[in-house]
């Protein structure tokens, strides 16, 4: 069974804080993405990779980077995290060519405190 | 700007009716299109996929795709309880990103 897993569930960080957002797929997909979903905003696209060493900024790159070093592994990097950041983060992978959808990883649910 | 649009919502139906959800989509370019099932604190999960005019059936759903009109369909036959979440439309580029609609939240009444 194919697979995205983020590392946390449930995260509770302080004010300031650097926070790491871990995501590893098993499928050999090229594409990975990390969005963030609330209430009423539906999903946001933060950044984006089509290749490993690389990067794009997606819709709302703000306060955030990402790191991706090998090809099954994408992650999120909260700088200094802010109340504002309170969402659900959400990692997803896909082909790059073959026009298939994404296959989402289970959410992080990452509070600021 | 490419966009996905979709009716938020609710859309209540009663259990063993059929609903129907509508997604129309900006850009021609795009060659596929997929359907999402979100629950309520989950991540969504793929339902359906389609990239040619016409129906796709599988089990209870059918999606449906007119490109002359852009617009893109789910039909959820006999619909159940089970069935109530967030249905999120989404059309794929090249180069391999999805534009997502909002979603349209669906709640299947006993």
């Known amino acids: 069974d194919v697979k995205v897993t983020q590392s946390s569930r449930y995260l509770v960080k302080r004010t300031g804080e650097k926070v790491f957002l871990e995501c590893v797929q098993d499928?050999?997909?090229?594409?990975m993405f990390w969005y963030r979903q609330d209430p009423g905003l539906g999903l946001r696209l933060i950044y984006f990779s089509y290749d490993v060493k690389m990067k794009e900024k997606g819709d709302i790159p703000e306060g955030y980077s990402v790191s991706r070093e090998k090809k099954e592994r994408f992650s999120l990097i909260l700088e200094s995290a802010s109340t504002n950041q309170t969402s659900m983060y959400l990692c997803?992978?896909?082909?790059?060519?073959?026009?298939?959808?994404?296959?989402f990883g289970s959410g992080t649910r990452l509070t600021v405190v | 700007q490419k966009e996905v649009e979709q009716n938020s919502g609710p859309l209540s139906v009663p259990e063993g009716a059929i609903a129907s959800l509508n997604c129309t989509y900006s850009?021609?370019?795009?060659?596929?299109f997929f359907w999402y099932r979100q629950y309520s604190g989950k991540s969504p999960e793929l339902i359906m996929s389609?990239?040619?005019?016409g129906d796709k059936e599988d089990g209870r759903f059918t999606a449906q795709l007119n490109k002359a009109s852009q617009y893109v369909s789910l039909l959820i036959r006999d619909s159940q309880p089970s069935d109530s979440a967030t249905y999120l439309c989404?059309?794929?580029?090249?180069?391999?990103?999805?534009?997502f609609g909002q979603g349209t939240e669906l709640s299947v009444k006993p």
């Open positions: 989404a059309a794929w580029y090249q180069g391999g990103k999805l534009i």
């Open positions: 499928m050999d997909h090229e594409n």
């Open positions: 389609i990239y040619s005019n």
């Open positions: 997803a992978s896909s082909f790059s060519d073959r026009g298939g959808g994404y296959t």
């Open positions: 850009d021609r370019g795009s060659q596929s």
